[in-house]
Nanobody, 126 residues
Framework: QVQLVESGGGLVQDGGSLRLSCAAS????????MGWFRQAPGKEREFVAA????????YYANSVKGRFTISRDNAKNSVYLQMNSLKPEDTAVYYC???????????????????WGQGTQVTVSS
């Protein structure tokens, strides 16, 4: 089992920045891929970004490409999401996820991940 805890959410103005962190504990010896997803009220959970164990490969939703950066520090069992140029439409609960997506397209799907954090609220005011 792996436990994931997100932090770093909050209220920020349009155009501002936030950095989310996700700390993993438990069975962290497995080489998990990590992802960030978000869910706005009344909407389905959607893919934001993902990173492979090595950190060499990263993936982004088109809506955040060029504004968000995912990174990880395996020595600290942590993954991060640097969010710049935030927009009101980025407002959502952001979730950290870990797993071993067996197919490439599963990296983009919630079903591709086994472990989830409790989420952290990000609110961008206009």
């Amino acid at each position: 089992q792996v436990q994931l805890v997100e932090s770093g959410g909050g209220l920020v103005q349009d155009g501002g920045s936030l950095r989310l962190s996700c700390a993993a504990s438990g069975r962290t010896s497995s080489r998990y891929s990590m992802g960030w997803f978000r869910q706005a009220p009344g909407k389905e959970r959607e893919f934001v970004a993902a990173i492979e164990w090595s950190g060499g490969s990263t993936y982004y939703a088109n809506s955040v490409k060029g504004r968000f950066t995912i990174s990880r520090d395996n020595a600290k069992n942590s993954v991060y999401l640097q969010m710049n140029s935030l927009k009101p439409e980025d407002t959502a609960v952001y979730y950290c996820a870990g797993g071993h997506p067996s197919l490439a397209w599963l990296r983009l799907m919630p079903s591709g991940y086994d472990y989830w954090g409790q989420g952290t609220q990000v609110t961008v005011s206009s």
